[in-house]
């Protein structure tokens, strides 16, 4: 049984005893009656009772006392019910505990297993870049850098940030002549997607990673980032991860790497100064290139 089948299993049992505690409530409230009715009817007779009255109110009493006595005993019966559900819902609790457990760590068993598969991917890309440093050849990687950057920064996003985040940082950096490569901008209709990506990959200075629920779980955010690694693993820092909309766990779930870096959030920044911490790190030069590109643009 898994761990959700146990929680129905919790679940229902807690209606059961809920039902159980109403009818024992129902029960006590109807013994309290019966208890009065007798205790009123005693009260009623008197010396000057005569007999054939107090023969009635003896068969009164009598009745009362025979329902009163199966009310006593649906109440025995009630109870040993609670006390039985009681006990098969602490069973039932350190069940689900132990499935839980259990489902915890088969989850961390299939997370190390990635990361491990991962950490061999790296290192074999790795292994081969020192050997080919190490045999003095210089085969030009798909991503190495070429000295003739066309883009400041490449912005990996998944579609559904757009509107929420990618357009607006996009549009800021765009404003401060920040050469962006974005797809709405960078590829048109009949493009090779896969091309144009590797194109604007190769072509930039840094790789703006927005880290969101939909970005790790969609493929071709994976092979931007895929991407990035590599260029980074050639080039150096290149990798500027954005946080939106998503927690710390599920960056560490997603990737340890990423985790483990210093990262902006949508939370605390808005994307006019998101665009300001990128231009602190761009070389003045690109900058002073764009603005003079502004300035050779005649006016309408």
Known sequence: ?????????LNQLDKELADLEKKLAELAKKEADKTKQINDVQKSITKNTSASMLSSKRRQIQGYQNELAKVVDDKAYINKKIADKRMKRADTTVKLQREEAAEMQKAYKAQQAIQRGYERQIADLSAQITKQLSANKSPRHIYEESGHEEYDVFISHASEDKAGFADALC????ASGVKVWYDALSIGWGDSLRAK???????????IVILSKDYISKGWTQYELDGLFQIEMTNGKTILPIWHNITKDEVQAFSPT???????????????????????????ASLADAAEEREDIPNG
């Not at 549009?171 to 765009?174: P, Q, R, T, W």
């Open 1 to 9: 049984m898994s761990a959700d089948q146990t929680r129905r299993t």
């Open 171 to 174: 549009k800021e950096l765009n």
């Open 197 to 207: 990506i590797d194109d604007g990959l190769k072509k930039s200075r840094f790789g």
């Open 258 to 284: 990423l985790a483990g870096r210093k990262a902006l959030n949508t939370a605390m920044f808005s994307a006019r100064e998101i665009a300001d911490e990128l231009i602190k790190i761009l070389p003045s």
